[in-house]
């Protein structure tokens, strides 16, 4: 179960749009629509952002937008706040070896 | 409020055993498939094991298997993580979280989190 590839990190200026992107194969992301997203604050637990590639949970911000295309989804946030800085994991559903879930490796966010 | 509450973390000695708790509150726990997810300090996700809401069925990740068992007690809203054969690299902390949909025998999303307990593996 080899973690799925986000880069380390991305920045934006308050105001700008910024998308993380979420790598995988046809065993995970690109064969199930199954890819949530996830921020974490320093020292916090983890909070749903997306789920089911692009749907939002109720009262998650309509800032925060999830898409997918063949093995890669990605999140987008638009309109970016000083409290968007954070880290954020996507994760899948993977069929590969045993059946679970993988997390990708991580971005941190930062507000310019 | 919804809540899960975790227990039990600690430091223990390569090749020892500890067994976690999650105890959940807030919402039909027996409904729900509940899942372990596991933080190295400095480092990101790494999803464990999952346990079915009414525990017939369980899945762990190939890091783990042989070495940790998922279990739950419906009739006390917790769910538990035994560990054995610990090694440094289980070293994280541990956080229980729970299926976004009930009664769900397919995949889900994590929608609510506990705050996490540490198990340090150490001499």
């Known amino acids: 179960q080899s973690a799925l590839t986000q880069p380390a990190s991305v920045s934006g200026s308050p105001g700008q749009s910024i998308t993380i992107s979420c790598t995988g194969t046809s065993s995970d992301v690109g064969g199930y629509n199954y890819v949530s997203w996830y921020q974490q604050h320093p020292g916090k637990a983890p909070k749903l952002m997306i789920y089911?590639?692009?749907n939002r949970p109720s009262g998650v911000s309509n800032r925060f937008s999830g898409s997918k295309s063949g093995n890669t989804a990605s999140l987008t946030i638009s309109g970016l706040q000083a409290e968007d800085e954070a880290d954020y994991y996507c994760s899948s559903y993977t069929s590969s070896s045993t059946q679970g879930y993988v997390f990708g490796t991580g971005t941190k966010v930062t507000v310019l | 409020q919804v809540q899960l509450v975790e227990s039990g973390g600690g430091v223990v000695q390569p090749g020892g055993s500890l067994r976690l708790s999650c105890a959940a509150s807030?919402?039909?726990?027996?409904?729900?498939?509940m899942h372990w997810v596991r933080q190295a300090p400095g480092k990101g996700l790494e999803w464990v094991a999952f346990?079915?809401?009414?525990?017939?069925?369980?899945y762990y990740a190939d890091s783990v298997k042989g070495r940790f068992t998922i279990s739950r007690d419906n009739s006390k809203n917790t769910l538990y993580l035994q560990m054995n054969s610990l090694r440094a690299e289980d070293t994280a902390v541990y956080y229980c979280?729970?299926?976004?949909?009930?009664?769900?025998?397919?995949?889900?999303?994590?929608?609510?989190w506990g705050q996490g307990t540490m198990v340090t593996v150490s001499s």
């Open positions: 089911e590639v692009s």
């Open positions: 979280a729970k299926d976004q949909f009930a009664w769900n025998d397919g995949p889900d999303a994590f929608d609510i």
């Open positions: 807030g919402f039909t726990f027996s409904s729900y498939g």
């Open positions: 346990i079915r809401y009414d525990g017939s069925n369980k």
